[in-house]
């Protein structure tokens, strides 16, 4: 038996919103996890982290970048997924610091999003930065803004919000005197890179979450490789999340571009298939 997609939504562009009945993962689940997912029986396993939950579902919601992406976003309401392994990784470290800043990316939004949730019931004063390209790409907004004490938004076109980088809301917001306990950061790889480098600057540790290339999700294959502070982790074990301060970034980005042409070259036969079949 699979896992049946409750609700479809499409908030933005190529962005998917899904809820999944999953009554185990969902009694599970903290801030700060994800899943693996397998379409069907010859699907490949990709990781997508638990935006929010219920008793009986949790909620997925990602980018269409790949293959296995585009397949996921033309299932329907009612479909089966034929397995759903989860939750995986360590939590979020989820107490009551004080100020906190959460910064989110694109997609990687909704990684944060229920991070910012469990931070203010912890007790926190919690500054949020959303960024997107336009407006018409940020998700969340507004269900964010319900648990946050300042919103900031950014977009690249400055069509919302501060026109720039979160990056540049980020340096402002020290500029202006704020001091900040503890942060996160999800979003596009190199955006988080920048934000570690911000932080690292003023010493704020910073919270980012690590997606590199994984496979069983559960550290037997070593595909998820990371160097934090000199020493090799697995990203699926022994994070998600990494303090951004002490990541090798540029070899993260490195081992991110392993396998584009094959990548590409494989929505390319898929986009081809959806077309000769419709």
Known sequence: MGYRITKKMTPAENIVDLWVE????????????????????????????????NSKEIRIIFQVVGKTTLEF??????????DVTGPLGNPSEIENYGD????????GIAA???????????????????????????????????YVDELIITTDDGSEGMKGFVTDAFKKLIADGRKFKVAWAIGPTIMMKFCSLVA????????????????????????????????????????????GRFVNWDELLRRLKQYETAEKKSLEIFERSVRKDG
């Not at 599970?28 to 982290?49: D, M």
């Not at 469990?118 to 007790?123: D, N, R, S, T």
């Not at 290339?213 to 697995?234: H, L, Q, S």
């Open 22 to 53: 999953a009554p185990l993962i969902a009694s599970h689940a903290k801030a700060g996890q994800f899943i693996v997912v397998r379409l069907h029986e010859k699907g490949e396993r990709i990781p997508l982290t638990i935006a929010e939950k």
């Open 73 to 82: 976003s033309m299932m329907k309401e009612g479909d089966e997924i034929a």
């Open 100 to 107: 906190v800043l959460v910064i989110g990316g694109g997609v």
């Open 112 to 146: 944060i999003y229920p991070i910012i949730v469990e931070l203010k019931k912890a007790g926190n004063n919690v500054t949020a930065i959303l960024g997107a390209r336009s407006s018409r790409l940020l998700i969340l907004k507004d269900e964010i803004a319900k």
């Open 200 to 243: 690292k600057e003023h010493d704020i540790p910073i919270w980012t979450s690590l997606n590199p290339i994984m496979v069983d999700g559960t550290g037997m294959c070593g595909a998820c490789r990371v160097e934090v502070n000199g020493e090799i982790k697995f990203a699926c074990v022994d994070g998600p999340e990494f303090d």
